[in-house]
């Protein structure tokens, strides 16, 4: 599956936003195996950070010039909060860049594989803890509800995926997680197994 889902990625023509008035932004999208499943990684964010505060979302955080570029920004910023060394992380591809409805962000998605298990260091004054979702919690279209959010004052799709544990994926990062469950859709439907090989 990931070999597929790297050509997918590389294929597919990202949409890029540009917007002087928003602050430019990465995440890394953590895919790993945990128990013969493949699971997505999420950290819950602290009540301490200044935007996004309690929120369920990807590792990541805005752009600094040291960075000299967005994929080493979503790399920087998950060895910050969670420990993950950039070179433990294989980066398969990008997402759609994702507007932020209530914050000023531009969000660039890089999908990547991570090992598992790892010894994770979490940044307590960031991160509040860790989520390890199985993908086939998020393919199941019973645990996504959809609804419409408003993204500089244009209505736009959102979603809510409801994860085990009574936790909410929404906002931004839901969109995110909409465009690789679609891809890994297509996928499926082209005959590609999402279970990883033994």
């Given at each position: 599956?990931?070999?597929?889902?790297?050509?997918?990625?590389?294929?597919?023509?990202?949409?890029?936003?540009?917007?002087?008035?928003?602050?430019?932004?990465?995440?890394?999208?953590?895919?790993?195996?945990k128990n013969?499943?493949?699971?997505l990684?999420?950290?819950?964010?602290?009540?301490?950070?200044?935007?996004?505060?309690?929120?369920?979302?990807?590792?990541?955080g805005?752009?600094e010039?040291?960075?000299g570029?967005?994929?080493?920004?979503a790399?920087?910023?998950?060895?910050?909060?969670?420990?993950?060394?950039?070179?433990?992380?294989?980066?398969?591809?990008?997402?759609?860049?994702?507007?932020?409805?209530?914050?000023?962000?531009i969000?660039?998605?890089f999908?990547?594989?991570i090992?598992?298990?790892?010894?994770?260091?979490?940044?307590?004054?960031?991160?509040?803890?860790?989520?390890?979702?199985?993908?086939?919690?998020?393919?199941?279209?019973?645990?996504?509800?959809?609804?419409t959010?408003?993204?500089?004052?244009?209505?736009?799709?959102?979603?809510f995926?409801?994860?085990?544990?009574?936790?909410?994926?929404?906002?931004?990062?839901?969109?995110?997680?909409?465009?690789?469950?679609?891809?890994?859709?297509?996928?499926?439907?082209?005959?590609?197994?999402?279970?990883?090989?033994?």
């Open positions: 599956m990931i070999d597929q889902l790297k050509r997918e990625l590389e294929k597919r023509q990202k949409v890029r936003i540009r917007d002087e008035h928003r602050v430019n932004a990465a995440v890394l999208v953590p895919l790993f195996v013969g499943q493949y699971h990684l999420f950290i819950q964010r602290t009540d301490k950070v200044r935007d996004h505060k309690g929120q369920i979302s990807f590792p990541g805005a752009y010039k040291i960075d570029n967005l994929q080493k920004t790399l920087r910023e998950a060895q910050e909060e969670i420990g993950l060394e950039s070179r433990r992380v294989k980066i398969l591809g990008q997402l759609d860049d994702m507007a932020t409805a209530g914050t000023r962000f969000i660039s998605p999908v990547g594989t090992p598992y298990p790892y010894d994770f260091k979490v940044d307590h004054f960031e991160t509040e803890e860790i989520l390890e979702v199985p993908l086939a919690d998020l393919l199941d279209k019973n645990n996504c509800e959809e609804g959010a408003l993204v500089d004052d244009k209505q736009v799709a959102s979603y995926y409801h994860c085990h544990g009574g936790r909410t994926v929404w906002g931004a990062t839901a969109r995110i997680v909409k465009q690789l469950i679609e891809i890994l859709q297509n996928m499926a439907a082209n005959g590609v197994s999402l279970e990883p090989h033994a």
